[in-house]
T-cell receptor, first 114, second 109 residues
Framework: EAGVAQSPRYKIIEKRQSVAFWCNPI?????LYWYQQILGQGPKLLIQ????????DSQLPKDRFSAERLKGVDSTLKIQPAKLEDSAVYLC????????????FGQGTRLTVV | GDSVTQMEGPVTLSEEAFLTINCTYT??????LFWYVQYPGEGLQLLLK?????DKGSNKGFEATYRKETTSFHLEKGSVQVSDSAVYFC????????FGTGTSLTVIP
């Protein structure tokens, strides 16, 4: 079965610019997660979707970050405007449901803000 | 709220040494517990999991037992190899995934 697909793999932007990341989860997976992983740290949950509804976005900096999951499949995460501290790997993951099931991760998008 | 605490690294071992990476958790309800591994330049991969108390997850020679009485899920391997060099993350899930901060392991020949 195909895994979680993310694009782009790498992105370099200047501060105050905007950027968008795309994720295609494993077919049939209802739950989709976006994580931010800063170098040397564990993944931090930004937002969790169940189908096309938001389950948890308590740690999403909503003044600059936004995410959507139209039709309950693909998802995009946007940052506008970017700050230097947004430099990180952005990981997308999906799971069959939100209850005690393992998550499958994509390769991630490495963002560098200069 | 739910959380995971794992031992800080980095950990450096010689090949064939015994490995233990400690992980303890705080959770309401009955979470599932996981160990994920991240090899250099790659994404997170599931290493093993346990879904209820006293379950033992195992894969590639690694083992971890879900201990409800001590709220722990320590990762062990009897004889590490150079190819085991990676960052290991303990995680739990109830309604969402919580990850530990990761433990970097380097195995030297």
């Amino acid at each position: 079965e195909a895994g979680v697909a993310q694009s782009p793999r790498y992105k370099i932007i200047e501060k105050r610019q905007s950027v968008a990341f795309w994720c295609n989860p494993i077919s049939g997976h209802a739950t989709l997660y976006w994580y931010q992983q800063i170098l040397g740290q564990g993944p931090k949950l930004l937002i969790q979707f169940q189908n096309n509804g938001v389950v948890d976005d308590s740690q999403l900096p909503k003044d600059r970050f936004s995410a959507e999951r139209l039709k309950g499949v693909d998802s995009t995460l946007k940052i506008q405007p970017a700050k230097l501290e947004d430099s990180a790997v952005y990981l997308c993951a999906s799971s069959l449901s939100d209850k005690n099931t393992e998550a499958f991760f994509g390769q991630g998008t490495r963002l560098t803000v200069v | 709220g739910d959380s995971v605490t794992q031992m800080e690294g980095p950990v450096t071992l010689s090949e064939e040494a015994f490995l233990t990476i400690n992980c303890t958790y705080t959770a309401t309800g009955y979470p599932s517990l996981f160990w994920y591994v991240q090899y250099p330049g790659e994404g997170l991969q599931l290493l093993l999991k346990a879904t209820k108390a006293d379950d033992k997850g195992s894969n590639k020679g690694f083992e971890a037992t879900y201990r409800k009485e001590t709220t722990s899920f320590h990762l062990e391997k009897g004889s590490v190899q150079v190819s085991d060099s990676a960052v290991y993350f303990c995680a739990l899930t109830g309604n969402q995934f919580y990850f530990g901060t990761g433990t970097s392991l380097t195995v030297i020949p």
